[in-house]
């Protein structure tokens, strides 16, 4: 079958120490560390293998992500951008949606023909995190398109337990191939949940909530944030595109960081009160948690969403006095929060398909990837088959 390969060269920095679970499994910890010259192509690939707890499915739809785009772009050394768990070779993409083309032995809660989205993160279930109830933090985890082969190609085979069906979502629209897209989104959308309402806890509604960066990840909060009855919904963006689709899902007042004082808008809106909810989607905390610091109403939250291998330095004492409470959130698993979203986007109280503003097919993906670089897009689909 056809897929997107990435290949890199392990070659660590000289001032990063390899664990040696690194150098016994060839995964890096912080693939920004490690992986250097990243080279991204369409070829050959094995066809997929089916264990007996597996189901075989057709991509229909695979959305680019910010994370694929990290791997595309380097730094000036030559490494790639993204900071996180890391195993190349491999086939790129984990936000998609297809129709299951054939089962396992053991398979019993999906059959041919019925259409799927996947979970990204692949927690074994065994492993003291994930007895804990902590998937998305498994000792032993492997991730779609990050250590193993992911869904920019033709097929993928994944355990039933990483599926969810998409019928509702079918529904709800009317049309297949629309419901292959909106299902994709299930993925970057419940990233969003996991961090708003089950790290942080969410608001009330009627609570003043601001979201730093509008690419898929942030334009998901924003639809999640009206959903959830958000008294007023900030945001704030670089792209003047993402900025009129933050709009279009649901921001009232959308401004671009660099002509504005976020904290300033903030507190004016707020009327020296200072906004509820705040959420870093942008991938740059050292810029935007200064300015969250001077808008935390009494009891604010702030949740960080977006990847950055940044240390930033943190006033506490504002969030002791503000009685506010900051948390970092990964992954997307356990918790209701894949069924919770398609849920949401069936009964119509969250539809983003208004951010798929381009489409491409998998000889194209390349091309899709390099055009994510701009920043103007909401979200990029890719159809695989």
Not at 68 to 82: A, C, K, P, V, W
Not at 281 to 307: D, F, H, Q, W, Y
Request: negative net charge; glycine residues 10%; aromatic residues 10%.
């Amino acid at each position: 079958m056809k897929g997107l390969v990435l290949e890199a060269k392990w070659d660590p920095r000289p001032e990063y120490a390899l664990s040696e679970w690194e150098k016994q499994t060839g995964k890096a910890i912080s693939g920004n560390m490690v992986w250097r010259h990243p080279k991204l192509g369409v070829r050959q690939w094995e066809d997929p293998k089916l264990g007996p707890n597996d189901v075989l499915i057709a991509v229909k739809a695979c959305g680019v992500c910010g994370s694929d785009m990290h791997f595309y772009e380097t730094d000036s050394d030559g490494y790639i951008l993204y900071p996180g768990l890391t195993k190349f070779p491999t086939i790129l993409g984990h936000e998609f949606s297809g129709k299951v083309v054939e089962v396992g032995k053991n398979v019993t809660s999906l059959k041919v023909g019925d259409m799927v989205t996947v979970e990204e993160m692949i927690w074994c279930g065994r492993c003291i995190p994930c007895r804990n109830g902590f998937f998305n933090h498994c000792a032993n985890l492997e991730e779609l398109g990050f250590t193993i082969p992911g869904a920019f190609a033709e097929y993928i085979a994944v355990d039933e337990k990483f599926c969810w069906k998409i019928d509702a979502i079918a529904e709800r629209f009317g049309d297949e191939k629309k419901a292959y897209e909106v299902g994709a989104l299930t993925e970057p959308s419940a990233v969003s949940y996991n961090a708003m309402f089950n790290r942080a806890g969410g608001f009330k509604p009627g609570h003043y909530v601001s979201v730093f960066g509008a690419g898929p990840i942030g334009l998901a909060a924003i639809g999640l944030a009206k959903a959830a009855g958000a008294g007023m919904i900030v945001a704030f963006e670089v792209s003047p595109q993402r900025r009129e689709l933050a709009k279009l899902v649901g921001a009232e007042y959308v401004y671009d960081p660099r002509e504005v004082k976020p904290s300033e808008v903030m507190m004016e809106l707020s009327k020296g009160e200072g906004f509820n909810f705040h959420v870093e989607a942008a991938g740059a905390p050292e810029l935007v948690l200064p300015e969250v610091e001077k808008a935390l109403a009494i009891n604010a939250k702030v949740t960080l969403i977006g990847r950055a291998a940044q240390k930033v330095p943190m006033y506490f004492e504002l969030f002791q006095i503000r009685r506010s409470q900051i948390f970092g959130s990964q992954g997307h698993s356990c918790d209701e929060n894949f069924p919770n979203v398609i849920r949401m986007v069936a009964a119509g109280r969250l539809d983003l398909s208004p951010i798929i503003t381009a489409r491409y097919k998998l000889d194209d993906v390349v091309q899709a990837i390099d055009k994510s670089r701009d920043r103007s897009d909401g979200k990029i689909m890719v159809s695989p088959s």
